[in-house]
């Protein structure tokens, strides 16, 4: 698909969201007089409500349909020496690149979980000056990758704030910690300023980058619009149309406890953020974002590269009757013998008939 297609197509569909809110919240109570308690209950319970029970139905029944798929036989995808013989060198960084057990692939599965090993690691390919083909690293990417997952880790963790009462200790050290370079009031984060960072990057790769931009899908660029939206609707909210807290944590405290209430004072920008997340939740478990349970559940990475050391049998295969050579024999001996094919056991001699019998 052409890239300002999918380009238009992700982001239309990103400002048609933001449109329905506005329209619901703002909108049409204020041009047909109906009533705006109708619509801030849709957006503000209804809505968050069955984003939840389709992100959770939904990531279930991926990990099931994921779970229920065959593995044959290990699948090993190493950078490093497979464990054989004794005077092989076979150290630290081959047991976690290639391990023979489940130690070694659970510490590899904490390093591609928390640190993106295999990312690390990546190369892209480009053509040198002399029309050879070279091999560079993309450390930019991984980086990329690595802040914006973990500053995505740090604001939901912020806004436990908001759903527990009381609120976890660990929060107002993180606030601390993330607000440490303080020069404007209210606190600005560095997580919500590094995370637009790394969205801005990923986004301007997938837009500069021709072998990229020729792959990628509308599917590519939604998730990273529609994250984007939610940062900018949050940050207005905090920095630039001041929000109600205290109507915010009775809304959604409300939520945690079904218990749920609309109060007075929440504003429209709200209304659109949370709208924002909850489309977030239930596009997550049938989009690409769903690779982070996906990884766990991987073969290349969950598996341990044991082949020469334990016999793996297929536990599904069926009960077989085997066909042995001396059946197959005795069945087609006599179709053998006509066509000149050898075989183990010679034909019995056949009866003479009685008329040739009575002509001797």
Not at 46 to 54: D, E, T
Not at 64 to 84: D, E, H, M, N, Y
Not at 251 to 273: D, K, N, R
Not at 292 to 300: D, E, I, Q, R
């Amino acid at each position: 698909m052409n890239a300002i297609l999918s380009l238009v197509i992700s982001s239309g569909a990103v400002f048609t969201l933001v449109a329905i809110a506005v329209f619901g919240v703002w909108a049409v109570p204020h041009a047909f007089g109906v009533p705006r308690a109708a619509f801030e209950w849709l957006f503000g319970v209804v809505i968050p409500y069955s984003a939840v029970i389709v992100f959770f139905v939904g990531i279930i029944y991926k990990v099931v349909q994921w779970g229920k798929l065959p593995v044959p036989f290990r699948i090993p995808s190493t950078c490093a020496q497979q464990k054989s013989l004794p005077w092989i060198k076979y150290g630290y960084a081959e047991k976690l690149d290639n391990p023979v057990n489940n130690c070694g692939v659970i510490g590899r599965m904490i390093l591609e979980v928390l640190c993106f090993r295999s990312l690390f690691r990546n190369t892209r390919m480009e053509y040198g000056g002399g029309g050879g083909i070279r091999y560079k690293p993309a450390k930019w990417l991984w980086l990329a990758a690595i802040v914006f997952h973990y500053t995505f880790l740090v604001i939901i963790l912020r806004h436990l704030r908001f759903f527990t009462d009381p609120m976890p200790f660990f929060v107002p050290i993180i606030e601390k910690v993330d607000g440490f370079f303080q020069f404007y009031l209210p606190v600005v984060y560095q997580s919500g300023l590094l995370l637009g960072a790394a969205l801005t990057f990923l986004l301007l790769r997938r837009l500069l980058d021709p072998k990229i931009r020729y792959i990628s899908l509308p599917a590519d660029y939604f998730p990273l619009f529609l994250i984007l939206a939610i940062a900018k609707t949050g940050i207005l909210m905090r920095y630039v149309f001041k929000a109600d807290v205290v109507s915010i944590k009775e809304l959604t405290m409300g939520l945690i406890t079904l218990q749920p209430t609309i109060p007075e004072g929440i504003s429209v920008l709200f209304y659109i953020h949370i709208f924002l997340v909850s489309v977030l939740f239930m596009y997550f478990p049938f989009s690409k974002l769903m690779h982070m349970g996906g990884v766990f559940l991987s073969p290349t990475r969950n598996l341990a590269n044991n082949s020469r050391i334990v016999r793996h049998i297929n536990p599904w295969n069926p009960d077989i009757k085997h066909h042995t050579y001396e059946e197959y024999e005795d069945e087609f001996r006599d179709h053998m013998v006509d066509v000149g094919l050898p075989v183990e056991k010679e034909p019995a001699p056949k009866e003479e008939e009685p008329a040739a019998a009575a002509e001797e």
